[in-house]
């Protein structure tokens, strides 16, 4: 099979489902993953489609998220990139900073490359965060309290929101379950007020997020990307992507890229 007629192969498929894995078109047309991934470069660059982690997507397909999956499930998805977003977010934390990790499975990454620190005053909502550093970590910390959300184990709501507006951080590391390139989207309202707050009172704010939350809405839109002056992800967030960003003047950190 010559590359044009893969190409309408693989467009008629995604075009067909939304969203469809490399290593399913591999084995459909009987070529290596690398023929495929070189296919589906070419196609990205021309509009046709989007790359995401594992596969690919049609450029008219956005998927909205209805609800967060919980916690367990999220430390399953996407471990390798959250671990590496997690080393390179790391390398951004000046000595004797004031940091704020955000609740989220991403975040929990980059904590666990911290423990080894003892010059850090970290703030944060999320539980498993805390044990973690509790344990293994010589770090000040700060937890901001509030309402419970026992599915990502966290605090959300106006009273964790409020315990934040009374501190000042020199860097807040946001996750996300849901963006793109206009903004940051949760399907959970008590978490908007947290994520403003946040990056209300930092003085740098980051962005952790593997490729596969990309071009995803919900409900609430928490804030405009360009809030953000950086956004650690991995390799596989499309081109156009990576464009946009950049269009924006937001610095574009490649986690193991």
Not at 151 to 176: M, P, Q, T, W
Not at 218 to 229: G, K, L, R
């Amino acid at each position: 099979m010559i590359p044009v007629e893969r190409h309408e192969r693989i467009l008629a498929l995604v075009a067909e489902r939304g969203v469809v894995s490399i290593v399913e078109l591999a084995k459909g047309m009987g070529v290596s993953h690398m023929t495929i991934r070189r296919d589906v470069r070419e196609l990205e660059k021309q509009g046709n489609l989007l790359l995401v982690s594992g596969g690919v997507r049609s450029v008219r397909f956005t998927e909205r998220l209805t609800a967060e999956p919980s916690h367990l499930v999220k430390t399953l998805m996407s471990s390798s990139e959250k671990n590496l977003i997690g080393i390179a977010a790391s390398r951004h934390i000046p000595p004797d900073s004031c940091i704020y990790l955000d609740a989220g499975t991403t975040t929990l990454a980059l904590a666990r490359q911290l423990v080894g620190r003892d010059d850090l005053l970290i703030v944060t909502n999320d539980f498993a965060i805390a044990n973690l550093l509790i344990d293994e970590s010589r770090c000040r910390m700060i937890h901001t309290g509030g309402s419970l959300c026992r599915e990502n184990r966290s605090c959300v709501g106006e009273a964790a929101a409020h315990a934040l507006r009374n501190l000042s951080v020199d860097i807040a590391f946001i996750s996300a379950s849901s963006w793109n390139s206009r903004g940051l989207f949760t399907p959970n309202e008590d978490k908007v007020a947290v994520k403003r707050a946040a990056t209300d009172i930092s003085g740098k704010r980051v962005l952790l997020s593997d490729s596969s939350k990309y071009d995803t809405i919900a409900t609430y839109m928490a804030m405009p990307i360009s809030v953000f002056d950086v956004v650690v992800t991995d390799p596989n967030l499309p081109a156009a992507a990576q464009s946009e960003l950049n269009k924006k003047g937001i610095e574009l950190v490649i986690a193991g890229g």
